[in-house]
């Protein structure tokens, strides 16, 4: 499928990935839908911007898109615990 395929038919479509930050200050993003989808930044802008591109990238793969067109992403909820 080509990309502007690809950008029309998933274009608004919401994709849940979580922000860590590391021990030297920089943000890491993972989006556990796809294997190996991740990325960085030094803003949590720059991660956003870092993790649509590598989204984009990972949807030419036709696995992916399949694994996207089944995902229908509801609710979101993150919680830590002190041990």
């Given at each position: 499928?080509?990309?502007?395929?690809?950008?029309?038919?998933?274009?608004?479509?919401?994709?849940?990935?979580?922000?860590?930050?590391?021990?030297?200050?920089?943000?890491?993003?993972?989006?556990?839908?796809?294997?190996?989808?991740?990325?960085?930044?030094?803003?949590?802008?720059?991660?956003?911007?870092?993790?649509?591109?590598?989204?984009?990238?990972?949807?030419?793969?036709?696995?992916?898109?399949?694994i996207?067109?089944?995902?229908?992403?509801?609710?979101?909820?993150?919680?830590?615990?002190?041990?």
């Amino acid at each position: 499928m080509a990309k502007v395929n690809i950008i029309k038919k998933y274009q608004g479509k919401k994709i849940f990935f979580v922000v860590e930050e590391d021990e030297d200050g920089f943000l890491i993003a993972e989006c556990q839908l796809f294997s190996d989808c991740y990325t960085q930044g030094k803003t949590f802008n720059e991660v956003l911007e870092n993790m649509r591109d590598v989204l984009w990238l990972v949807l030419e793969e036709k696995e992916n898109q399949e694994i996207l067109d089944s995902y229908n992403f509801k609710k979101a909820s993150l919680h830590i615990i002190t041990l």
